[in-house]
């Protein structure tokens, strides 16, 4: 299993920001799939959780602000970050279980891309 995630960079505060996380060797439709976050110094935070009907939750610090969705075609994964603040700023994570439920931990991880948000 592979995770890929792109779309990560530097915007200025109000700004928009794209994320991607393609999916290789495993269906993204089929398993509980989700973005985390985590800025320096801090826990890592759930972002936002996409389940296998397409149903999403998200994090209280970014409702409103951000929607997760699926293209089950491509695959991938999609978070669009709107509204963004600096405390926004950190390394995103896309992150899968290993079934379709979303009650335990992520099992794998993509390698992160970076948002950096200036005020």
């Known amino acids: 299993v592979q995770l890929v995630e792109s779309g990560g960079g530097s915007v200025q505060a109000g700004g928009s920001l794209r994320l991607s996380c393609a999916a290789f060797?495993?269906?993204?439709?089929?398993?509980?799939m989700g973005w985390l976050r985590q800025a320096p110094g801090k826990e890592r935070e759930r972002v936002a959780t996409?389940?296998?009907?397409?149903?999403?939750v998200y994090a209280d610090s970014v409702k409103g602000r951000f929607a997760l969705s699926r293209d089950n075609d491509k695959n991938t994964l999609y978070l669009q970050l709107d509204s963004l603040k600096p405390e926004d700023t950190a390394m995103y994570y896309c992150?899968?279980?290993?079934?379709?439920?979303?009650?335990?931990?992520?099992?794998?991880w993509g390698k992160g891309t970076l948002v950096t948000i200036s005020s």
């Open positions: 996409i389940y296998i009907d397409g149903s999403t």
């Open positions: 992150a899968a279980a290993l079934t379709y439920s979303c009650r335990y931990d992520m099992v794998y």
């Open positions: 060797g495993y269906t993204a439709s089929n398993h509980c």
